[in-house]
């Protein structure tokens, strides 16, 4: 069974059928089960128009559901509006359904892990983890969305700012995370760039081409993650990144600077060097701290506290870590990190150790926990001597 097939599929499936007139939890509900349907059949039977038939089938479940309590105009309403038989319209639905999905009745928080959950196809832990909360937490704002928007009309799309953050939530669990979405994001925020001209709209663009240019470069033949100091820069993107510097460049001039722009812009200052020893590190601090100005977040800080090591050594950046709350991810690898590059392997290889077992995926927990055997290595090599 192609999971990544039907993962494709499912916006558009549940697009029409909130476009025929079905709620949203209900067809949700629906498509859910079409999709077990077709786990069930299609191994031994694989249809010629998979999207035709995962409309058809969802839209009869939907019906069954419906006319245990519908009243018999509306179902004979709601029959007459079946799909037809054969192949179904190509037309992509998905931007459309993240802004159905971005409601005024919701707040944004609400919104954007709703159309994660339901849209981007995303765990309710992986949500989690981007938003920086426990799963129970994260469970109940998406069940308390659906309950929301259940029987509510989506004639009010949602705001562009709502759908911003989820394609950034998107292609961030695409290019780190376990479910690859991101060139999905990209193509749906050209899309939407297209459509709408807004400086953040093309900031998001920018960031993104910036971090997808770098993709081929991030991991080794062997599955491990390559840190950027030690990426082989002559696996980047070039095309790409040009692409993303010259849509940076336009949103900037427009003097409207927003955190997409922001993080764009540091991409850029990273993608400019020619080598990890000649990156621009004081301006990249600089950014960090518009940034943070932008957003106050923890996150941001974190990786701000990485520049300044960068730029005015380890001791600068561990003094800046130590401004923020330990039990924000990532924090321990940071320290490790710092620690490392302030000569002190002892403390370095015990925190790597500790952030292994905080890893989110298992390519992170994979890299942290080699890192920490070499440093045990070389202090055992040095201990021999």
Known sequence: MDEVLLRSLTPGV?????????????????????????????????????????VTVAWRRFLDATRADASRRRREDLV?????????????????LYFLCAHPSLTPSSAVALTLRAVGGLTTRQIARAYLVPEATMAQRISRAKRTVSGVRFDRPGDVATVLRVLYLVFNEGYSGDVDLAAEAIRLTRQLAAVVDHPEVAGLLALMLLHHARRAARTAPDGALVPLAEQDRRRWDKGMISEGVVVLQAALARDRLGEFQAQAAIAALHADAPTAEETDWPQIVEWYDELARLTDSPVVRLNRAVAVGEADGPRAGLAALAELDPSLPRHTAVAAYLHE????????????A????????????????????????RLHARGSC
């Open 14 to 54: 549940l697009a029409v059928l909130v476009r025929r007139g079905a709620d949203f939890a209900a067809a949700e509900d629906a498509v859910q089960d079409a999709l077990v349907e077709a786990v069930r059949v299609w191994p031994s039977d694989p249809p010629r128009d998979a999207k035709g038939w995962l």
């Open 341 to 352: 590059r302030d000569g002190d392997p002892v403390t370095a290889a015990r925190l790597y």
């Open 80 to 96: 007459d509006q079946e799909p037809p038989p054969g192949p179904a319209p190509g037309v992509d639905d998905t931007l459309r």
């Open 354 to 377: 500790e952030a292994a077992l905080k890893a989110p995926n298992l390519a992170e927990r994979d890299h942290l926990t080699r890192r920490a055997a070499r440093l045990h290595a």
